[in-house]
C-alpha cells in the first residue's frame, strides 16, 4: 500500500462532497479512521491470520468510524458509499498498475473485497446499533416525560370547567383545552405503538378476563359526550367475555369509531359487538364519501390517508395500522369493504383464546 495518500486524499474529497451541509469538518475530521482501516485491510492481505486492532475498550477502527460518522450527521447511505467510493478508488489504482490480471491478483483482490465487506459490516452495524438507543431515548421521552405535563394541561382544564366561578366562556376553553390535551395523548400513544411496531418490538399484549360489552359501552359513551352531534348506534349480541388485552381491544374501538364520526359525513354510526363460534366480531359501519377500491388494500399501511383527506395535517394516518398491528397480537383478523351502496364496513374477528 505504497499508495495510501493517494487513497486517503481521495476518501477525503468524497467524504467533504457529501458530509452534511451544516456543518464543516477539517481534514483529520474527514480522514479520522480511513487510514487505520486501510491499514487494516493491507495487513489482512499479508497475512490473512493477522490479529486485528482495537482501541482500549475493544472498538475496531472501522466501529469507531461509524460512531464519528453518526456524530457528524451522516446517513447510513453516506457512511456506505464512503465505502464504496473507497473500494473503487482502490481498485482504480490496482487496475492501472496491473494491466493483467494473474491468478495472484485475482486472489489479492477477492481478499481485499472481503476485508472491505467485513469493515463495512462492522460500520453499519454499529451505526444501527446507535440508531436503536437513539430511538429507544425517543421512544422513553414521549411515553413517559410527555405524559406528565399533559395531565397536568388535562388537569387544569377541568378545573376551568368545573370551577364554580367559571363564565361559560371559560367553560367552553376549559373543554376545549382538554379535548385537545386528550388528543395530544392519543397521539402520542400511536406514535409510540408505531415506532414500536416498526422497530419489530410488535405490540405488547396482556391478556385478562375481559368483557368487549363493558368496553364498547365505555368508549361509545365517551364519543357520545364528546361529539353531541354524532349518532351513534350500539348492537350488542350474545356473550363477550374472553381473555384479550382490554385496553388494546379499547384503542381499536377508539380508533374505528373515531374515524366512522371523522370520515362518516354525519352518517348513523353503527358498532356491533357479536359473539360468534370462538370468536367475536366487531363491526363498525358508516355512510358518506366511500373508500376508493383501489385505496382499500392499501388503507391499514402506515402513514397513509385517503386522496380526499392527504392535506390535512391534523391527523397522521395512523389509526388503522396500529388497529391492525393490535389485531395480528391477537390473532385476529380486519377487513374493509366500502361501496356507495352498502357505506363503508370495518370488521375485526378476534380468537377467543389464542394458544
Ligand atoms: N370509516 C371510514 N370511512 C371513510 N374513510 C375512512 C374511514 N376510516 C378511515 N378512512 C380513510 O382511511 C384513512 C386512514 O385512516 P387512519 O385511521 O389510518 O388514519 P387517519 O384517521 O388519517 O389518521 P390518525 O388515525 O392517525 O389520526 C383516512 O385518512 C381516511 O381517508
Ligand atoms: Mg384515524
Redesign the pocket.
Known amino acids: 500500500m505504497n499508495n495510501m495518500e493517494h487513497i486517503l486524499q481521495g476518501w477525503e474529497d468524497f467524504a467533504r462532497k457529501i458530509q452534511p451541509p451544516h456543518r464543516s469538518m477539517d481534514v483529520h475530521e474527514l480522514r479520522d479512521h480511513a487510514r487505520e482501516i486501510l491499514e487494516e485491510v493491507a495487513m489482512e492481505l499479508a497475512n490473512p491470520d493477522f490479529a486485528r486492532s482495537r482501541d482500549a475498550s475493544g472498538n475496531t477502527p472501522a466501529e469507531i468510524h461509524a460512531d464519528t460518522r453518526a456524530v457528524s450527521g451522516f446517513s447510513v447511505d453516506q457512511l456506505l458509499a464512503e465505502y464504496r467510493a473507497l473500494r473503487v478508488s482502490v481498485l482504480d489504482l490496482w487496475s492501472r498498475r496491473e494491466k493483467t490480471a494473474t491468478w495472484f491478483e485475482v486472489e489479492d483482490m477477492t481478499r481485499f473485497n472481503e476485508a472491505i465487506d467485513r469493515a463495512l459490516a462492522e460500520s453499519v452495524s454499529r451505526y444501527s446499533e446507535g440508531q436503536h438507543q437513539a430511538q429507544d431515548v425517543f421512544l422513553g421521552i414521549i411515553g413517559h416525560d410527555l405524559r406528565t405535563p399533559l395531565s397536568a394541561i388535562s388537569l387544569g382544564a377541568t378545573y376551568l370547567m368545573r370551577s364554580e366561578n367559571s363564565d361559560s366562556k371559560l367553560i367552553q376553553l376549559g373543554s376545549r383545552m382538554f379535548n385537545s390535551a386528550e388528543r395530544m395523548q392519543e397521539i402520542i400513544d400511536?406514535l409510540l405503538d408505531f415506532v414500536r411496531s416498526r422497530s419489530g418490538l410488535g405490540i405488547p399484549v396482556h391478556r385478562t378476563e375481559v368483557d368487549l360489552a363493558v368496553i364498547a359501552e365505555q368508549i361509545i359513551e365517551e364519543f357520545r359526550v364528546s361529539n353531541p352531534g354524532a349518532v351513534i348506534h350500539a348492537v350488542l349480541e350474545g356473550d363477550v367475555r374472553g381473555r384479550w388485552d382490554g385496553a388494546r381491544i379499547g384503542q381499536i374501538y377508539q380508533?374505528l369509531i373515531?374515524?366512522?364520526i371523522?370520515?362518516?359525513d354525519g352518517t348513523t354510526v353503527t358498532v356491533s359487538t357479536l359473539a360468534r363460534d370462538g370468536e367475536a366480531v366487531l363491526i363498525v359501519h358508516?355512510g358518506?364519501?366511500?373508500?376508493p377500491q383501489a385505496v382499500q388494500p392499501h388503507?391499514f399501511d402506515p402513514l397513509?390517508?385517503?386522496p380526499?383527506?392527504a392535506g390535512n395535517r391534523k391527523?397522521?394516518?395512523?389509526?388503522?395500522?396500529i388497529v391492525r398491528e393490535i389485531v395480528i397480537a391477537h390473532h385476529g383478523t380486519i377487513d374493509v369493504t366500502?361501496t356507495e351502496e352498502e357505506g363503508?364496513t370495518?370488521t375485526v374477528r378476534l380468537p377467543r383464546q389464542a394458544e
Request: proline content about 0%.
Open positions: 400511536n380508533n373515531g374515524n366512522a371523522q370520515y362518516g358508516n358518506g364519501t366511500i373508500i388503507i397513509r390517508r385517503g380526499e383527506h391527523n397522521m394516518g395512523l389509526g388503522l395500522y366500502s363503508t370495518f
